[in-house]
């Protein structure tokens, strides 16, 4: 096939150069400099220099991959975990977490100033054990016909290739223990090629483990998943094609994990925090920020099954919960009611059409928390507005989305008063963070 010379194709040259790192982004890449340009480059630190070759040549930025490091930072730690250099779960797990705090905080500290103008004084962050704190995980399953061996775990960086684990120290301890049990149990099942993949959650009142399958599951795998459930003490789920839930021991309760003093009990199939410790933090800093009254209505939008809802309404006067999932919004009922709360009012909504028209937006707040997800909340940031709250607390787990409503809200007249980074996910790239916004006195 003949190839015609475009003059908009870049051809990216493979040289190699000598850098030196002097930050680190908020994913854990090394940034350097060179030739006027940025250049990020994985599994480097701040402080150690290495002979690098790009992999990709933009107008204002590189990207290079390491050929030989030549000095090592005081900051590099050994990885607690054997497959961190295959398994795409973890970034970050060579960087001493201090540095990736620090590295975080400073990422959205940046972007914030950058997109708002709006530069607040160091952020100070919430955090918690950098390992065993994941108390939910999805693993993947993947089946190799020629070596009739099911593989369980994550993906590869930028792959669909599955890394075979039988440990993962992120996870919460009683949860990594199961592991290496339960892939021998799936590779004993008679579907173990159709099953597509599996979660492992950690509730308050015992572990369970939720098992996608494409088949129907016969007796005797039922009766070998019955066997592991018995002696490793876990609630064994299941779920089909129908998307139905079903559990394999008939005495089998509901998950549930305690927040603030409240108890809320989930189905396997509704999100939850995954790092419970930070969990508690971040809900008892939106409390302290609301600065409650008995005399406050509060609006909690997508307040998924009230996770902060409930505690808010033991100090308020009312609280109202919006949600777009249906399942979540009736959890959320049944956990006010378990909980003996009376004064939460929870609705199921899409927060993103006719927001003026839904029932709870004719109502007054002086007192707004809203916790989306990345998409953000663009749809309802100009009705926030209207209801002109004293306070407003925003719950990001995408800085991007952050800033861009951020900016709706400092033009209706809010300040950012406060800004917290969330280490949510230690050892990872993931950032989340938490914000409040003070209506301005002239307002």
Known sequence: MAQFYSPNRRTTQRRQITVHVDSLDAAGQGVARHDGKAIFITGLLPGED?????????????????????????????????YFNQCGGCQQQHVDIALQRESKAQALQHLMKRETGVMLPAISVIGGKEYGYRRRARLGLQYQN??????????????????????????HTELDVLLAPLSTCLNQLSIASKLGHVELIHGDNGNLILLRHLAPVDLSDRKRLLEFAQSHGVTIWLAGDNGQLQTLQADATLPEYQ??????QFSPANFIQVNGEINQQMVAQAIAWLDLSPEDRVLDLFCGMGNFTLPIARLAKMVVGVEGVENLVTQAKNNAQR??????????????????TQPWAQEGFNKVLLDPARAGAAGVMEHLIKLMPEKIVYVSCNPTTLARDSKVLLEGGYQLSQLRMLDMFPQTSHLESMALFVRSPEE
Do not use: W
């Open 50 to 82: 290495a002979q690098v070759e790009l992999t990709e040549d933009k107008r204002h930025f590189a990207k290079a991959k390491v050929i030989k490091r030549l000095s090592t930072s005081a900051q590099r730690v050994q990885p607690n975990c054997r």
């Open 146 to 171: 020629k070596s009739n061996h099911l593989m369980m775990g994550f993906r590869q960086t930028q792959t669909n290739t599955l890394v075979d684990i039988n440990s993962c120290p992120v996870l």
């Open 259 to 264: 927040v603030a003093g409240e108890i809320l």
């Open 339 to 356: 909980n003996s709360i009376e004064n939460a009012a929870f609705y199921n909504e899409n927060l993103e059409e006719q927001i003026h």
